[in-house]
């Protein structure tokens, strides 16, 4: 193989030199950035396209940590390496965030970059200590969790952090989780109710926003579900944890759930979404009497098992699992679907089903499908059976 004599005499040199063999970065302004610059700290490789929903997601995150991080004075950087296939889109993206980017013409840097942490997926952060050394392969998932209190990235402060979380899970309690911003009371319509009023309730804490489709679809849903098992005087609250980025927002989502709401203001909701890792929204966390966490997948089983999943326990759910089971052999072993051209066979979770998106009701589904295997095409039981125009195929 051919030796590149570029990489070699930065290599000579050590540090962040020897990974980032150019000649310097570039600013989001698209000024010059010199090496010197980041020598000496930490230094986090963000690749990201801005194509892609997870970076653009992603970005905002990072980028709150890295300010956070550089008011603190940690020796902390993040250098882009760009996805992108276009310089317009590269520049446009690279314009959203505070730090520098390999320069977008330098494709033999990028791709050495890649090939050399075998970058395979994004968002990904690779952590380099000031000698080039690898901290952590990818961060972004720490990040994601802990923020700026991820730093510097290291084994041992990861364990410190996930032996933190170990004890706040322990001790977990309704009234904690709440007491972020101090006020220990949600909005209830026209009045404040306090959180003590919820303790001994199964409780739902409902992740949304007001301008997302996924989450217009699914609150209808959740609605009916909540009247349902409150006409029933089952133990059940929902508090919904504003994700809106405007009041504006927050308000009109308010008009539309019949249940309690977080008050609008970002640092409580942020703080809940981190400490139950929410990477997505819609997303539904089920809380229990006892004040622990029942379970994280509350919109999942909703879809699957509607009202029938209160209380959401385990103990439930495996009775509504065998429940299923038992009703799958009723079901025919294919049929053909207005929606696909292919015949599509039942599958359970032990014969190649999982987790997936219902392409009938564009939500999610777990286990018992009806599935074409050549095409990946997967949709409920039930909405197989309920679909006009479907027929039974082979029994």
Known sequence: MARDPEVEEAAEGGGIRAVL????????????????EIEGKIVGLYFAAN???????????????????????????????????????????HRSMPWPAVPFGDLRCKKRLSERFQVEGIPRLVV???????????????????????????????????ADDQRKYASQTLEKLFSIDGRGVVNGG????????????????????????????FT???????????????????????????????????????????????????????????????TLVVVGPDGKTVTREGRNLVNLYFDMAFPFTEEQIRLLQEMEDEEAKGYPQSLRHPGHRHELSIVSEKSGGGPYICCECDEQ?????????????EIHLKCGRNAQGGSAGTG
């Open 21 to 36: 063999t150019m000649g310097s970065l570039v600013s989001p302004s698209g000024n010059e950035v010199h090496l010197g």
């Open 220 to 282: 209808a849903k959740l609605a009916s579900i909540y009247n349902n098992l409150k006409g029933k005087a089952e133990d059940f609250e929902i508090v919904y944890i504003p994700m809106d980025k405007e009041e504006d927002g927050y308000l009109r989502s308010c008009r539309d759930m019949p249940w309690l709401a977080l008050p609008y203001g970002g640092a409580p909701s942020r703080e809940l979404a981190r400490y139950f890792d929410v990477r997505e929204i819609p």
């Open 190 to 217: 026209n009045e404040q109710v306090p959180i003590s009023s919820l303790v001994g309730k199964t409780v739902g804490l409902y992740f949304s926003a007001h301008r997302c489709a996924p989450c217009i679809k």
């Open 51 to 93: 194509w892609y929903p997870k970076c653009e997601a992603f970005t905002p995150v990072l980028a709150a940590a890295y300010q956070q991080l550089k008011e603190r004075g940690a020796g902390f950087e993040v250098v882009l390496v760009s996805c992108d296939e276009d310089r317009p889109s590269f520049e446009r993206f």
């Open 365 to 377: 589904g777990l286990g018992w499908a009806y599935q074409c295997i050549a095409c990946g095409y």
């Open 128 to 162: 380099l200590a000031p000698d080039g050394e690898v901290i952590h392969p990818d961060a972004a998932d720490l990040v994601h969790r802990y923020g700026e209190r991820a730093f510097p990235f290291s084994p041992a402060r990861v364990a410190d952090l996930e």
